[in-house]
């Protein structure tokens, strides 16, 4: 799915994830909240005036649920391992990939198709 670059596309990319795995039949807060946040991040950080920002769901029944997010802003990349640090103790933003690698049982950062990055997350559906 395209959605624009706004909060308004990030907030639709959250509805637009619980709809589809309700359809599915899979359970969704942990995923609608990894999509919160990585949504959130391609319309803040990698927005580029007139460019979309794109999700991806993909499913293998009763095993993985893959999220993906691409945005067109392949020079800012996320760091695992060092986005805690960036946010300060009284700070309103910054913890949004913290909280990706708290749920995802696995994440990281696509480059492989430029001119963009994806960041994407797995979920184990078969520990939940």
Partial sequence: ??????????????????????E?????ETAEQIVAEL?????????VPGRSFRLSLSL?????LR??????????LPEPGDFGALAGVDAESGRGLLIVAALADRWGVDLTVRP????????????R
């Fill in 60 to 64: 293998d029944p009763g095993v993985t």
């Fill in 1 to 22: 799915m395209l959605l624009s670059a706004t909060r308004r596309g990030a907030r639709l990319a959250r509805r637009l994830t619980v709809q589809q795995l309700a």
């Fill in 24 to 28: 599915w039949g899979e359970l969704y």
């Fill in 67 to 76: 999220i993906a997010v691409a945005d067109p802003r392949p020079e800012r």
């Fill in 39 to 47: 949504a959130a991040n391609a319309a803040v950080h990698g927005r």
């Fill in 116 to 127: 963009v990055k994806t960041v994407w997350a797995e979920l184990d559906l078969k520990a």
